[in-house]
């Protein structure tokens, strides 16, 4: 079942119009397709927001939110990153319990995953951790036995690989 | 010279060639009535904002042209959503609208403000709240581009206060630049030469054909592609006049209420050509036992379509006139091949032809009590060829689809895709407005008459000569149905046992009521209301538990249909 239910990442870019977040949202909701995560900003181009949704379904339901997205009048490019190369990033920012006692591990893991502190207080830390979704959950795991107080995630961010930008 | 907002609106509808609007005032769309008596633009004030949207639908499926209407905002607004729904279903070309309160009030709940550009996104092909004047007119040029291109559907435009009264020069658009909207016209040729093979193979093959034949105006080339491969024709109910009924390669329509021999012909085909249809759970049934040893060519100008609902073994994206046309002239390359081809799925046929003769489309006739096939049957016989019949949702719908014999495509409209009761006499109203010279009969239900037979006053306003024919049975009739036949006969909520005079209700809006309740009353009835200047009423008194058969049992396969009850 897992690979029929296989995560996907697409990128899809938009007008930057009034109300094209809601109707891409909209059509997920409304069509019953799942978002785990959506993250979307402008481009070079100020016109064109772009997009990057991770869903899951089988293939057909993917075949399925393609089409659907192309089908909107303010969609102007939908790439569906299954079976292609690409980069991805996530980040994080947590903030993290830090004792005197925990104070030294917090920062080796830090240093470990190549975060940054980015906000200190007598009884914390707050760190940015940047990399593919699975580095994020590493450090996640690692600092939740010592106390996580906060989190906040960015949904990851894909390019394809190679040398060409989406439009050739 | 500047222009306000309204007036470049009524502009820009006047450079769609646009002659009519259905509509209904109301404050936020006040400045638009005004500077409409300056335009020569022909307004129908129907007596409800639904029925105002069913109009402009009836308009565009009688003609293909663009409907328009027009409400206010808040109720007026709200009131549109389900006229627009079903145009949305139902792929139908129009333009939908709204006045707004003015962007400084707008999420402020203002005085009969709503979101209608939110409300209706899910049910509009696309939207739009005009927030600037100097964006009006492309807005404008790009809603009727995209309301009728593609796969047409609905476009609403929600037109704030204070933007009509604001200024502008006014200038049309030439071309409509939107970068995100491309329609696929031209089919792919390799796709098309798999077709051409998989054709040639075929033994038992089958025309399935949608709504949007009908939409794409393909109906010639439909009838001259099946008769070209010899090869019968179902339908779905949008696709129902698409394809004339009495010929001889009509199955008729197929799926739940399909005739015997059209699901036969589905359930045992070899090759499905679908042209513009898309699968719905009404055609289907089960459709795990769907076309179970058809090989699929999907042939539809919307991607989504294909594949959607069923396993397709050739999708071909593409304008349906462009896509048969680039087949036939492929097959045609071969002359010898498709005289073989002929002679191969000549069995087939023969096959078909004895399906047909076991079971018919037929009905018990009575001459007690008034069969409502039989109604529909003497409207069939007694009208012109070329008469538009629009229908109500419920029982009376499906047998006008089982008996009437459509001639010629835009001459039956009916809520396919909703199944909106209500959308009839509006509709018909809409159409006859489009063709003042033709016959328009609105075959309606006792339940789903009631949902708009405000409609009666606005006929006799404009003395549009719309014959109504209910055939009513005092009740719920498609509902009772699904009571008596999987509910053991508890008829909760479907008897409307208040017995309407309905001969009185057309005569208090000053319209004609005539009555029949004997079967030797139908055909008078009728040629009287033929015969009879504006529009009339006819209430025929049918038979109160006829059931519309055959019937495939919801979750059952096609051809596992019960066939009289
Ligand atoms: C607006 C709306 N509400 C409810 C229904 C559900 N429905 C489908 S058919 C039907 C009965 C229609 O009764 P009537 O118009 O008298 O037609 P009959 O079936 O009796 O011919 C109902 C309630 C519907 N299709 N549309
Ligand atoms: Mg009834």
């Known amino acids: 079942m897992a690979s029929h239910e296989a995560k996907h990442t697409i990128s899809v870019l938009v007008e930057n119009e009034f109300g094209v977040l809601t109707r891409v949202a909209g059509l997920f909701s409304g069509r019953g397709f799942n978002i785990e995560s959506l993250s979307v900003a402008p481009t070079l181009d100020d016109s064109i927001s772009r997009m990057t949704i991770v869903t899951s379904g089988d293939e057909r339901i993917l075949e399925q939110i393609t089409k659907q997205l192309n089908k909107l009048i303010d969609t102007i490019k939908v790439i569906d990153f299954t079976d292609s190369e690409y980069v991805e990033r996530e980040m994080a920012l947590i903030k993290v319990q830090a004792t005197e006692d925990t104070r030294a591990e917090v920062l080796r893991i830090v240093d470990i995953f190549r975060g940054n502190v980015v906000d200190v207080t007598a009884r914390s830390y707050t760190m940015e951790i940047t990399g593919a979704p699975s580095k994020i959950k590493a450090v996640i795991d690692l600092l939740k036995p010592i106390g996580i107080q906060e989190i906040v995630r960015s949904g990851p961010v894909v390019l394809g690989r190679g040398a060409k930008g989406w439009n050739g | ?565």
Not at chain 2, 128 to 148: E, G, H, M, N, T
Not at chain 2, 300 to 324: A, C, M, Q, W, Y
Not at chain 2, 483 to 497: E, I, K
């Open chain 2, 1 to 565: 010279m500047k222009r306000t907002g309204s007036q470049i609106l009524l502009e820009s509808l006047l450079q769609e060639e646009v002659d009519t609007v259905f509509g209904y005032p109301g404050g936020t769309v006040i400045n638009i009535y005004n500077d409409l008596l300056d335009y020569p633009i022909k307004h129908i004030l129907t007596r409800h904002e639904q029925a105002a949207v069913h109009s402009a639908d009836g308009y565009a499926r009688a003609t293909g042209k663009v409907g328009v209407a027009i409400a206010t905002s808040g109720p007026g607004a709200t009131n549109t959503v389900t006229g627009i729904a079903t145009a949305y279903m139902d792929s139908i070309p129009m333009v939908v609208i709204t006045g707004q309160v003015p962007t400084p009030l707008i999420g402020n709940d203002a005085f009969q403000e709503a979101d209608i550009v939110g409300i209706t996104r899910s049910i509009t092909k696309h939207n739009y709240l005009v927030k600037d004047v100097r964006d009006l007119s492309r807005i404008v040029k790009q809603a009727f581009y995209i309301a009728r291109t593609g796969r047409p559907g609905p476009v609403l435009i929600d037109l704030p206060k204070d933007v009509q009264l604001a200024t502008t020069e006014f200038a049309y658009p030439e071309s409509v630049e939107l970068r995100g909207y491309k329609p696929t016209i031209s089919g792919n040729v390799r796709q098309v030469e798999k077709a051409a093979k998989m054709i040639m193979a075929a033994r038992r093959p089958v025309l399935y054909v949608g709504g949007g034949a009908t939409a794409s105006d393909a109906g010639k080339d439909l009838i001259a592609f099946a008769e070209l491969l010899q090869t019968p024709v179902v339908t779905t109910l949008m696709g129902m006049a698409a394809f004339p009924t009495g010929h001889p390669l009509s199955l008729g329509m197929l799926g739940m209420h399909g005739t015997y021999y059209a699901n036969m012909a589905v359930t045992n085909s070899d090759l499905l050509i679908a042209i513009g249809a898309r699968f719905d759970d009404r055609v289907t049934g089960r459709v795990a036992a769907f076309a179970p040893k058809a090989k699929i060519v999907h042939i539809d100008i919307d991607p989504t379509s294909i594949k959607k609902n069923v396993r397709v073994d050739l999708p071909i994206v593409g304008e349906l006139r462009d896509v048969i046309g680039k087949i036939s002239s492929k097959l045609q390359e071969d002359k010898d091949q498709i005289a073989a081809l002929s002679e191969h799925t000549a069995p087939w046929r023969s096959q078909i032809d004895s399906w047909r003769a076991q079971y018919p489309m037929t009905y018990k006739s009575s001459d007690k009590v008034i069969k409502p096939q039989y109604v529909i049957e003497k409207i069939r016989e007694l009208t012109r060829e070329d008469a538009i019949i629009a229908t109500e949702v419920g029982q009376h719908q499906m047998w006008t689809a089982q008996f009437f014999n459509f001639c010629h495509p835009r001459t039956f409209l009916t809520s396919g895709g909703l199944g909106t009761m209500g959308f009839g006499l509006p509709a018909a109203l809409g159409a006859q407005v489009a063709c003042p010279d033709r016959q328009v009969i609105d075959i309606s239900g006792d339940g789903s008459f009631q949902m708009n037979s405000q409609e009666l006053a606005t006929l006799v306003q404009y003395k549009l000569p719309v014959k109504i024919a209910i055939l009513n049975n005092n009740f719920l009739g498609m509902v009772r149905q699904w009571q008596q036949l999987f509910f053991d006969r508890r008829y909760s909520q479907t008897p409307l046992d208040v017995p309407i005079d309905f001969v009185k209700l057309a005569e208090a809006y000053g319209a004609t009521g005539l009555l029949a309740d004997k079967p030797d009353q139908v055909e008078s009835v009728i040629r009287k209301a033929l015969d009879t200047p504006g529009p009339v009423l006819m209430e025929f008194r049918v038979d109160r538990e006829e059931n519309v058969m055959p019937m495939v049992p919801a979750g059952a396969a096609i051809d596992e249909m019960v066939l009289a009850s």
